[in-house]
């Protein structure tokens, strides 16, 4: 079974500043794809990055990048010039090819302080 | 125009009643999950629904009876709640293409006394 890991259960920087946060997973399936998903006070899940392990370039939407180390099986997300609203949980997940389910890690609290 | 949609927002129970939650789509998606987040923030599939069929248990309990009477609309009901039964459970719907993106609805606490 697949298994997601975020080890830093909580973080905060200062408004501006960039942040990276780390996320690891086991698998044994070779085509798959990963998800970077903010869930903000009001709770809803909103998708912000999404990787396909067969594509070697790293996602980027906006301010928001990863670092996708495949034989690693390490999928950071940074956050560039980080603003108030950044300020969410952040939960990593992973999707085998064909599945029907994600599986999601323990989430990361980022807090932007102004 | 909202994607995905849940009723209610929140439900406050006692234990041994009976509920349900609602949950439409309006993404012409074939596929509809039903996520629990537990106290501690933690996501877990329950179900999962592709035109109206059951693809996904995740070793949930009895009392859980997900319905899903079109391929737009996937509800929750829940028998004789227990205390351990209080959390946010959210709808998800996701479509045909490769990368499945998951579109979650607002969610349902409920809260069990």
């Known amino acids: 079974a697949q298994t997601v890991t975020q080890s830093q259960p909580e973080m905060s920087v200062q408004e501006a500043e960039t942040v990276t946060l780390s996320c690891t997973y086991d698998?044994?399936?070779?085509?798959?794809?990963l998800f970077w998903y903010k869930q903000p006070p009001s709770r809803q899940m909103i998708l912000v990055i999404r990787?396909?392990?067969?594509?070697?370039q790293n996602a980027t939407e906006n301010r928001f990048s990863v670092n996708f180390q495949k034989a690693a099986k390490s999928f950071s997300l940074k956050i560039s010039d980080s603003q108030l609203g950044d300020t969410a949980m952040y939960f990593c997940?992973?999707?085998?090819?064909?599945?029907?389910?994600?599986?999601f890690g323990q989430g990361t609290r980022l807090t932007i302080n102004p | 125009d909202t994607a995905v949609s849940q009723t209610p927002k929140y439900l406050v129970t006692q234990m041994g009643n009976d509920k349900s939650i609602k949950c439409e789509q309006n993404?012409?998606?074939?596929?509809m999950y039903w996520y629990k987040q537990d106290s501690k923030k933690f996501l877990k599939i329950m179900f999962s629904?592709?035109?109206?069929?059951?693809?996904i248990n995740e070793t949930v309990p009895n009392r859980f009876s997900p319905k899903s009477p079109d391929k737009a609309h996937l509800n929750l009901h829940i028998n004789s709640l227990e205390l351990g039964d209080s959390a946010v459970y959210f709808c998800?719907?996701?479509?045909?293409?490769?990368?499945?993106?998951?579109?979650f609805g607002p969610g349902t606490r409920l809260t069990v006394l």
């Open positions: 998800a719907s996701s479509g045909s293409d490769r990368t499945r993106e998951q579109f």
């Open positions: 698998t044994s399936e070779n085509n798959y794809y």
């Open positions: 990787q396909e392990a067969y594509k070697q």
């Open positions: 997940a992973f999707m085998k090819q064909g599945a029907q389910k994600l599986v």
């Open positions: 993404l012409g998606h074939d596929t």
């Open positions: 629904y592709n035109n109206k069929e059951l693809i």
